[in-house]
């Protein structure tokens, strides 16, 4: 029994902390499981993807790649989230995304497009539970600007480029879980759906009549929390 006790006062602390500290700040990321954010940015989201495609078409019985035919994508985010807690409860917290997406199409005429994304907000997060792991609910809106450069061939051979400029307002919510696993880390995961408008600015050198495309997206998204401890007085 004498040895138990020390090895139990060692044990508790690490499973007693609260969720957040009154009055502490925290640093946060995270990244999609899957869906969400593919084209338009999403909260909270960091990380870099590839893919590729290529046509194969059937002569005299013979399957082959069509010479000329491929479409390569890379994109890449960073997405920091800085917050403070009112509460041991409730934490609000801001909310910044550079997001760069570039496409080349390699085929009859080669295209490249890419386009790069900054996006800023505020998020307001509640926590239903004060202990080491808790579900909680989470609000976020904000907004952002892109630019977007077309590089073609026309069918004539000559080379163009169009530039377009869109604002990105965008409003989500999340319902998630957070696990805190030390004093100074937590992990979360949440099921976030986000609606951003893309809305035409009057710049560059394309006319459009349009008002705004309306962009629902959905996603699971895994995240880590650093927790900058207060120190005692």
Known sequence: MKKIIPILSVLLPLFSFSQNEKGGFFLETGVTMFGGGDYMPFVGKTG?????SKTFVNRD????ELVGEKY??????????FGYCLTKKLSV?????????????RGAYDDKENYRNI???IFLRYFILDKKHSPFLELASGTGFSKNVDKSVSSG???YERIKYYNLP???GSLGYSFRISPRFKLGIAATVQNTFEKPKDKGNVETDIDRISILETGLVASITYSFIKKKE
Do not use: K, M
Not at 61 to 64: A, Q, Y
Not at 72 to 81: E, L, Y
């Open 93 to 105: 917290g801001l909310d910044f995304q550079y997001f760069r997406n570039y496409n080349a199409y």
């Open 72 to 81: 390569h994508v890379t994109s890449f985010s960073i997405a920091p989230r």
């Open 48 to 52: 870099i993807s590839f893919w590729q």
């Open 119 to 121: 996006i800023f907000g």
């Open 61 to 64: 019985g013979e399957v082959v």
């Open 170 to 172: 965008y409003i989500s």
């Open 157 to 159: 051979g000559g080379q």
